[in-house]
């Protein structure tokens, strides 16, 4: 997906939920790492996070989108734009917007199982065999695979 299309995506959608337009700029921030969008106090523009849209797809993406335009139709209009604010909320949940970011970042895990009692272990590191054994049984650990999550 291109700025472009995000910003088209961003107006249709402001029209379409929140029945206002969107008048400023939303585009892809490569500098987003766990959160899925911001809204700028400022200049009133809008930052997504490409990952939402590539590991979730449109949908989510829509959802993070009503979740920022809820910000900015609501400091625009001067009312309780932040989320403790009951106004943020009530038009959050009239609107679908997201009310958490999907977990964007994926950590890689080491698998292993014991060879006696059949226990799988996972952990971030790789683990040296020949010193680990299993917390259960003391057996010994063989490597399984490689996971994301
Ligand atoms: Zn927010
Ligand atoms: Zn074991």
Known sequence: MTNQEL??????????????PFCHKASFN???KTTGGR??????DLDFNHLV?????????????????CHYHLHM????????????KQLL???????FTP???????QVYQCEKCGQEVKRRRKLDTE???????????????TIEA
């Open 30 to 32: 490569q500098r987003l």
């Open 103 to 109: 977990p964007l970042i994926t950590m890689t895990y």
């Open 39 to 44: 809204y700028h106090l400022k200049s009133h």
């Open 77 to 88: 209009a001067g009312r309780g734009y932040q989320h403790k604010d009951r106004e943020f």
């Open 53 to 69: 849209f590539e590991k979730y797809g449109i949908e989510e993406l829509a959802k993070v989108i009503k979740h920022e335009l």
């Open 93 to 99: 949940k009239k609107t679908g917007g997201s009310r």
């Open 131 to 145: 010193r680990f054994v299993c917390g259960d049984c003391l057996g010994k650990l063989k490597f399984l695979k």
């Open 7 to 20: 910003q088209a995506l961003v107006e249709k959608i402001s029209q379409e939920s929140f029945r206002q």
